[in-house]
């Protein structure tokens, strides 16, 4: 693999006031890319931005308009896409019991899989004027195992991967590289509650900067439509899918 070289790229991340996606802009800022950071927390993102000499977008990825501003924002202050990281995220989409309850449902799944769906719709066409770059979507090990703590997290993040996975053959020959990026439990402010029962439970959390070294780890590679598991201990690398049995 060659080292990935940020100079005179531009890349997007979206989620990324805080967490991963601040985590992963520092990092390209340092390969000496320019980074636009999409968000809904605008202090923690409008700082970020100053610090990286970046760009901050307001953005809610449930609404395509957001998607399409924050591309449009790339474009116009440095030129272009390279990178679209459409790592914004939530978890707690609920059980689907007598606690059920749809909105909380519809929140999960906008911003999970919707915001997936349309950054990549927003980021095709700018991508494609750079004659390629690469889509990154954050997924989890959630998508590629059960997860009855959290269905409709374990839902929605597998339609990210299945998405992916479809996408990647789809765009290759453009130059146009899809893959999601799938982590276990990272530190960061998504696990909630959860850090201290998987303590406990001497449950290992990943460090962030171990995400990020397999967020590079994807560009620097050449395939497309891999889903990159990210557990503690292991190199990270692209999930081995059994094929599905044909018709005899």
Request: glycine share 14%; proline share 6%.
């Amino acid at each position: 693999m060659a080292a990935f070289d940020g100079t005179g790229k531009v890349a997007l991340i979206t989620g990324g006031s805080n967490g991963i996606g601040a985590a992963v802009a520092r990092r390209l800022a340092r390969e000496g890319a320019r980074v636009v950071l999409a968000d809904v927390d605008a202090e923690a993102g409008g700082a970020l931005a100053k610090e990286l000499d970046g760009t901050f977008v307001r953005c809610d990825v449930r609404e395509p308009a957001d998607s399409e501003a924050a591309v449009a924002a790339a474009v116009e202050r440095f030129g272009g896409l390279d990178v679209a990281f459409l790592n914004a995220g939530i978890a707690g989409g609920g059980q689907l019991d007598e606690t059920f309850d749809p909105a909380v449902y519809r929140r999960a799944m906008g911003i999970n899989l919707d915001g997936v769906v349309y950054g990549v719709h927003a980021a095709l066409p700018a991508i494609r004027n750079r004659g390629g770059g690469n889509i990154i979507a954050t997924a989890s090990m959630a998508a590629l195992t059960a997860t009855p703590f959290d269905p409709v997290y374990g839902a929605n993040k597998a339609a990210v991967v299945g998405l992916v996975r479809a996408l990647g053959p789809t765009y290759l020959p453009e130059g146009i590289r899809v893959n999601a990026l799938c982590p276990s439990f990272a530190d960061t402010a998504i696990l909630g509650g959860m850090k201290e029962e998987l303590q406990q439970s001497g449950f290992p959390i990943l460090e962030v900067s171990d995400v990020v070294e397999a967020f590079m780890r994807i560009l620097e590679a050449d395939g497309a439509g891999e889903a990159w598991y990210v557990v503690p201990g292991r190199p990270s690398e692209p999930f081995k899918f059994r094929g599905v049995p044909g018709p005899r």
